[in-house]
C-alpha cells in the first residue's frame, strides 16, 4: 500500500526547512537537522525531495509565497540542474515591483511636500523587503557558499536602490529640501541597512524584542524621515 502524505507535512517541510537554513546557513545544515526540526526521520524527507540541493531550491522558490504550498504531483523533487537555481533567483528579482514612490520622486523637478514625498519612498522600500524577508535572509545566510546567489541581491538589487537612493538625496540636498550630509551615498546606505536590519533581520533576532509590526515600521519611517528633514523654525 502507498504510503499517505499528510496534507500539511509539504508545507512544514518549506517552513522548517527554511528555518534551518537561515539558522545555520547552507554549507552547515544537514538533512537531519530539518528532520529533528520537523520530528521525523531523516529517510521521511527524501519521500519529498532527493537531496539537500532539491530542498535548498524548494526553500528558494516557495520563499514568502502568499499561499500555503500545494504538494507536487510528482515527488520527491529533482535535484536541479546546475545554475537553475540562480536563474530563477534572477527571474524573481527581475519581476520586482519597482519602488513607485522613488521613481516618480527621481522624474519631479519641483517638490510641493518633501517631508510627505520622503515618507511614501521609506514606507514603500520598507513594506518591500519586509514582504520578501524570507527570500532576503536566505540570500544573506548562503553568501558564503552560492556567492552568486547572494550577488543577485547584494551587487543587484540593493546595488540598484543604493544608486537611486542616494541620487534622490543628492537631488534635495540641492534643492535644500533636506540638511545637507557628508556624503549621500553613505547616507542612503545608512538608510536602507536601517530599513533592513527591521523589515528583515529582526525576524531572526536571537533576543527578540516584541513589538507590533505597524509600530515597527512607523517609528523606522519617522526616525529616517527625521534625520534628514530641514529644521522648520517658528
Request: hydrophobic share 45%.
Amino acid at each position: 500500500m502507498a504510503r499517505v502524505i499528510p496534507p500539511d507535512r509539504f508545507q512544514q517541510l518549506v517552513d522548517c526547512a527554511t528555518q534551518v537554513f537561515i539558522e545555520r546557513g547552507y554549507a552547515h545544515t544537514q538533512m537531519a537537522d530539518v528532520a529533528e526540526a520537523m520530528g521525523v526521520g531523516k529517510g521521511t524527507l527524501y519521500l519529498y525531495v532527493e537531496s539537500k540541493e532539491a530542498l535548498f531550491d524548494l526553500v528558494v522558490r516557495s520563499a514568502d509565497a502568499e499561499h500555503s504550498l500545494a504538494i507536487p504531483r510528482t515527488l520527491p523533487l529533482p535535484t536541479p540542474r546546475p545554475g537553475e537555481t540562480l536563474q530563477h533567483v534572477r527571474n524573481r528579482v527581475a519581476k520586482l515591483p519597482p519602488l513607485r514612490a522613488l521613481v516618480a520622486a527621481l522624474g519631479r523637478k519641483r517638490v510641493t511636500d518633501g517631508r510627505a514625498e520622503l515618507t511614501a519612498i521609506v514606507r514603500e522600500m520598507y513594506q518591500t523587503l519586509s514582504t520578501n524577508r524570507r527570500g532576503i535572509k536566505l540570500m544573506d545566510r548562503s553568501a558564503q557558499f552560492h556567492p552568486e546567489l547572494a550577488a543577485v541581491w547584494f551587487a543587484g538589487a540593493r546595488g540598484t536602490m543604493l544608486e537611486a537612493l542616494a541620487t534622490y538625496l543628492e537631488n534635495r540636498i540641492r534643492l535644500k529640501q533636506f540638511v545637507p550630509v557628508p556624503d549621500t551615498r553613505v547616507a542612503a546606505r545608512v538608510i536602507l541597512e536601517t530599513i533592513v536590519t527591521w523589515a528583515v533581520h529582526r525576524h531572526w533576532d536571537p533576543s527578540p524584542q516584541t513589538i507590533d509590526d505597524q509600530v515597527v515600521e512607523d517609528t523606522v519611517v519617522q526616525f529616517v524621515v527625521g534625520g534628514l528633514m530641514k529644521e522648520v523654525r517658528p
